[in-house]
């Protein structure tokens, strides 16, 4: 189970991605959309990208590991 330390901790890395990356705001539809067109697997919902951005979840680990490669980040 994740801790809400551990959920937030992503939350902010993930929406600081977004900004290196030159995103100004990010919106859930945004990130479902630009993921899907990433991952080979099931899509996420943008609820799901939602819960990401918001702290309340953490993708599986083959979802993190497409989110580092786009942004280039470990």
Not at 14 to 40: I, Q
């Amino acid at each position: 189970m994740q801790s809400i330390l551990e959920r937030e901790t992503f939350s902010k890395r993930l929406r600081e991605a977004f900004a290196n990356a030159g995103w100004a705001e990010v919106r859930p539809a945004d990130l479902a959309r630009e993921f899907n067109r990433r991952y080979p697997g099931n899509p996420v919902t943008s609820y799901a990208a939602r819960k990401w951005l918001m702290g309340e979840a953490i993708p599986t680990q083959p979802r993190i590991q497409v989110l580092s490669q786009w942004f280039g980040i470990s």
